[in-house]
């Protein structure tokens, strides 16, 4: 009977470090702080990526080893450039 009290407080602080954990989230996100690692690349640098990987003057491999990023990294941002001119193209 001992041990069963003991998990039930348990479960309930878990419950608790959980509903303070979510809150906190929900307060910085509201202050405009995001989670999550810094980006290595800045729009800049990105936009000159998918640009010189679609024009054909380098290769994603290329683009990967000179802007120390690993090649699915380029085709995430190349792909992701396409995305935006399609839907820009729409609009």
């Known amino acids: ?22 809150a906190g989230l929900a307060e910085a996100r509201l202050e405009g702080r995001v989670g999550g690692r ?3 690349l800045d729009d800049k640098k990105r936009r ?16 990967a080893r ?10 995430r941002i190349v792909a992701k450039f396409r995305q935006q001119e399609a839907h820009q193209a729409l609009e």
């Open 66 to 75: 000179l802007y120390d990023v690993s090649e699915p990294t380029v085709s």
């Open 1 to 22: 009977m001992m041990m069963q009290m003991v998990g039930r407080f348990a479960e309930f602080e878990r419950a608790m470090i959980r509903e303070r954990t979510s």
């Open 38 to 40: 810094r980006r290595k």
């Open 48 to 63: 000159e990526i998918a640009e010189s990987v679609i024009s054909g003057r380098e290769s994603g491999a290329e683009m």
